[in-house]
């Protein structure tokens, strides 16, 4: 049987100072030369680097395109593609555009953020409320006499005066006790997801009132996202989805905008799972919208573009896709990089026209290929050890490869 040859490219540690643009209409990500990549692996506490000429040039591109009093979406994708700067905002805002939190007429923006924000505040209010005060919020629109407005305000009710459907000890279907009881094991599950959520990055941890405000936000989207979607509920992981949106949302320079960064990051994480929600559904787990038929795309993927790293991996080395991929997709790849290197590979996959699914798809089979020597010479063991512990490496090539394969198959 013939192999493919593998182009001489693939097995480059640095992308070409030029890439030729594909005729046909695809955005194509422009990388910079490579004495201008950007190194997006600082820590938090290095954000005092000198931006490169590249990051410069290419937040000017970026504020010239949002200053504009309606967005040309194909033009902020194209560049959000090439990767975003940190400074002045700019992701945050992009994200909310390329989500389609934000509508592309900046006209519209005061009041579509006023009734969204209002309507998380509506959520919070009937949604994390105790049974007792539903109880009494009952109680009070139903009584008006002075003895009654005496009651109220002890907020006691006498066992006789309690309905039988909000007495805690009721087992119907409407009691909200017998609700609040089943979402307990959900919220207690979120509480310990939340907690364990970047343990070693200050914005997420700690015992600062910050840090603990942060972890409060994000537990309260998630038991709100959870309780507005009972066919998907909680999956464990959902916290490491969150984390990066609230983050750059959080960080907003823009005060009025951080203060609601966790009303705004709820409607974007709900925007952003529309596209990944069946890898969540376990009875959609074998179908052919469902996490394993996605991992499947991911192997014909791999054996469309190196049939011969696709053999010794399946077929040699017996490396089942699932024991790697299933994290790699299901979280977005969140766990495979540092948080820094996330963001850079977000903006590419919330940029790409195709949609976030399939350039997802491409990153995991190109982060393969920049690896395949190593993958080549290794068995079963040291491959799987290999892609649970993928190596560090230069994210702005590694999206480059990840474009490649898309203009290969245009």
């Not at 005496?150 to 017998?178: C, F, M, Q, Y």
């Not at 919208?289 to 399946?314: A, C, M």
């Not at 017996?318 to 790697?324: A, I, R, S």
């Amino acid at each position: 049987m013939m192999r493919k040859k593998v182009p001489d490219w693939l097995n480059s540690s640095l992308c070409p100072i030029s890439q030729p643009r594909p005729p046909s209409p695809p955005v194509v990500v422009q990388d910079p030369p490579p004495e201008q990549i950007i190194d997006d692996s600082r820590s938090e506490d290095q954000h005092d680097a000198v931006p490169s000429d590249f990051d410069v040039s290419h937040q000017a591109q970026l504020l010239t395109e949002l200053s504009r009093k309606v967005m040309d979406m194909r033009e902020l994708r194209r560049i959000a593609c090439q990767g975003v700067p940190d400074s002045a905002g700019i992701r945050s805002t992009l994200w909310k555009l390329l989500l389609g939190y934000l509508p592309p007429d900046r006209g519209l923006w005061s009041s579509e953020l006023a009734k969204k924000r209002s309507q998380y505040k509506q959520f919070k209010d009937e949604i994390l409320m105790n049974p007792s005060e539903i109880t009494r919020r009952m109680y009070n629109s139903t009584s008006g006499d002075a003895e009654d407005a005496a009651k109220r305000d002890r907020a006691l009710l006498s066992r006789s005066e309690i309905p039988h459907d909000e007495h805690p000890l009721s087992l119907g279907k409407t009691s909200v006790w017998n609700q609040f009881f089943q979402d307990t094991e959900i919220i207690d599950q979120i509480d310990r997801d939340v907690k364990r959520t970047h343990p070693d990055f200050h914005f997420f941890s700690g015992d600062s009132k910050f840090a603990k405000s942060n972890q409060e936000a994000l537990k309260n989207i998630l038991i709100i996202f959870a309780k507005l979607n009972p066919g998907v509920k909680y999956v464990q992981g959902m916290n490491e989805i969150l984390a990066p949106l609230f983050y750059v949302l959080k960080n907003d320079p823009d005060e009025e905008n951080a203060a609601f960064a966790e009303a705004d990051a709820f409607f974007c994480f709900v925007e952003l799972l529309s596209g990944f929600r069946d890898n969540f559904v376990q009875q959609l787990d074998n179908s052919v919208v469902g996490i394993r038929s996605t991992i499947t795309k991911l192997s014909q993927l791999l054996r469309k573009h190196d049939e011969e790293l696709w053999r010794h991996l399946e077929i040699t080395s017996k490396v089942n896709p699932q024991f790697y991929a299933f994290r790699w997709i299901t979280l977005l790849l969140t766990q495979e990089f540092n948080f820094a290197d996330s963001l850079h590979i977000w903006d590419t996959l919330l940029g790409d026209p195709e949609g976030p699914q399939e350039t997802l798809l491409r990153v995991c089979c190109a982060m393969l290929v920049l690896i395949r020597k190593r993958l080549l010479a290794g068995d079963f063991t040291s491959n799987l050890k290999l892609l649970q512990n993928y190596p560090s490496t230069n994210i702005s090539h590694l999206l480059y490869v990840a474009n490649k394969f898309r203009v290969q198959s245009v």
